[in-house]
């Protein structure tokens, strides 16, 4: 693998948001939703918390980490507020608010990750023990929706590879996949068919020990809130945002592709490989460009900025994919 660079990536953008509605239409139809305005919409309740000023953190714990990553984007961080307010993790519901309203009942501790498949080494094992040999970094990385929104976000982790080498994968090893919690009682979007749950993810083994690829637990210096994932979640930079999978309670070694949950759902909207690419349009939205959120309302038709390969990082993560099809392999 080549030595790795610090993303070169312009600092001179900040953060606006806004998003499309197909969750909100998949909830009341059930069905596929064409998406309103080439994929984004506005929610109202996301646009008026966006108009406060800036408060202090109210979640989580404060957590100790070392800064100043060369793996970091200087790019200025969205606001904490926004990007707490604004999310996507449909167990708590469709909209964008939905998370940050309805998981007052998920209970993050204790915590628990399987490990299970093609390594020598697999049980369960406790989150202090997942974290215990690692310090604690904060890197910040750019986030791309594939909804063509972004943000910029400071996550508090450990590298994934450091920890999967812990776990001895075999040589059948191939890709790994992930699996989000799923409690009906403390998750009241999981009483919708939107996905078949549980939520699932999945890399390939080099993707997944890349130094760029962290499990976070942490955000603006505190531990995730559970709109974020808490307490356990995947952040790979370079790929669209829906394959950051949260909550993570099964990782497993595998020697076949695993099924992804989005891909299952829309296999010709959402590839296995969701890797951020300009050039390959969503059938129902082109990616060519993306809005920040910048908290300062969300604009549909302001701060849109142009996207760029593997969202700014193809010179880190390019020779991944030298030999495949990234118009194929989507």
């Known amino acids: 693998m080549p030595a790795y660079r610090p993303p070169r990536i312009p600092s001179s953008e900040i953060t606006p948001e806004a998003v499309w509605t197909r969750r909100r239409e998949l909830l009341k139809s059930m069905l596929l939703a064409p998406a309103l305005l080439a994929g984004c919409s506005r929610d109202s309740e996301a646009e008026a918390a966006a108009a406060a000023p800036e408060a202090e953190p109210e979640w989580g714990r404060p ?19 926004d990007a ?4 996507n993790y449909y167990e708590f519901g469709t909209d964008k608010a939905d998370p940050a309203r309805t998981s007052g009942k998920f209970k993050s501790e ?4 399987e490990i299970a498949g093609e390594a020598e080494v697999t049980g369960t094992f406790t989150l202090e023990d997942i974290l215990k040999p690692h310090a604690l970094e904060e890197r910040i990385y750019r986030l791309r929706c594939v909804e063509a929104w972004s943000m910029v976000i400071p996550w508090i982790g450990i590298p994934l590879g450091e920890l999967l080498k812990r776990f001895k994968p075999t040589s059948k090893a191939r890709y790994v996949a992930f699996t989000t919690v799923e409690r009906r009682g403390e998750m009241p979007g999981l009483r919708y068919p939107v996905l078949d749950w549980p939520y699932r993810e999945g890399l390939r083994i080099d993707e997944a020990v890349h130094p760029l690829a962290i499990l976070a637990v942490g955000l603006y210096g505190r531990t995730l809130p559970p709109q974020n994932g808490a307490p356990l979640r995947l952040v790979v930079p370079w790929k669209y945002g829906f394959k950051s999978i949260k909550s993570i309670v099964r990782i497993d070694f595998t020697e076949k592709q695993p099924a992804t949950s989005w891909n299952l759902s829309a296999r010709e909207e959402y590839g296995f490989y969701a890797n951020v ?4 349009s969503h059938p129902r939205w082109s990616q060519a460009t993306e809005r920040r959120i910048a908290g300062d309302g969300f604009n549909l038709f302001g701060n849109r900025l142009k996207t ?23």
């Open 84 to 87: 707490t307010t604004y999310n």
């Open 110 to 113: 204790p915590w628990s990750v």
């Open 63 to 81: 957590l100790s980490a070392t800064t100043g990553s060369p793996y970091s984007t200087r790019e200025a961080p969205t606001r904490a507020r």
């Open 308 to 330: 760029l390969p593997f969202n700014g990082y193809a010179e880190q993560v390019g020779s991944l994919y030298t030999d495949l099809d990234l118009r194929r392999n989507y």
């Open 277 to 280: 690419n300009p050039d390959v």
